[in-house]
């Protein structure tokens, strides 16, 4: 676990920043809590042993930027971070999900698969579950038109995907120090975000559909 860990912080520390997942991570949280108004966002691990991630990430997010004042006791004058809840897999999809997809709030997702099963059931089974995880990414984004408007849901809505390829110590370590290290990406890139976002609201319009970004691998380190 510590040698993923450590993988995944060398990762942080020495890629440049438009390949690197945690600051990445961390501008697009700061975009949709900033620049489009969000106050909340959607974890949704497709894999029981992951259960417990959206309550890990947050107490790790709520708690590390959850304060209304500035290291120097100055107040905020931007959103701090978002509200961070979540769930599993195909439960949340009969739960929340209508939401999402309908509902007049724009809140952005984070998707969370592991390619390799990590139960005795057959592949197909999970081969299914992953399919439905997939095709919930593509409907937030691309939406779909019916006659009666209550079956209709407009589409680009946010969504990202982290994919794992297993799921053993190794790959957790790095997930791990993936979601810490962006936070702390948060709080460093706060203030660009916030002049970046002040300036093009008053000389732009956002562009209301995005092309699909490639889903994000959490990188295994080499054996």
Not at 86 to 103: E, I, K, S
Request: with cysteine; net charge neutral; aromatic share 6%.
């Amino acid at each position: 676990m510590l040698e993923g860990a450590a993988e995944m912080d060398r990762h942080f520390r020495l890629t440049p920043l438009e390949r690197n997942a945690p600051a990445l991570a961390a501008f697009a949280d700061l975009y949709y809590t900033q620049a489009r108004g969000c106050e909340t966002r959607g974890v949704f691990a497709y894999d029981e042993r992951l259960r417990l991630l959206p309550s890990y990430l947050q107490q790790l997010e709520m708690e590390s930027n959850g304060k209304s004042v500035t290291a120097k006791g100055q107040p905020v004058e931007w959103p701090t971070a978002p509200i961070t809840w979540g769930g599993v897999g195909t439960d949340a999809q009969h739960a929340v999900f209508q939401l999402l997809h309908q509902g007049t709030r724009l809140v952005p997702v984070e998707f969370v698969g592991v390619i390799e099963p990590g139960d005795g059931q057959a592949d197909a089974h999970h081969n299914q579950l992953l399919l439905n995880m997939f095709a919930q990414g593509a409907a937030l984004m691309a939406g779909k038109a019916h006659d009666d408007l209550a079956r209709a849901y407009p589409g680009d809505r946010p969504s990202s995907t982290l994919l794992l390829d297993t799921l053993d110590p190794r790959t957790l370590g790095a997930l791990l120090a993936f979601t810490s290290s962006a936070p702390s990406s948060t709080r460093c890139c706060s203030a660009s975000i916030r002049s970046i976002s002040s300036e093009s609201s008053s000389a732009r319009k956002w562009p209301k559909r995005q092309e699909p970004a490639a889903a994000t691998s959490i990188p295994r380190p080499p054996i």
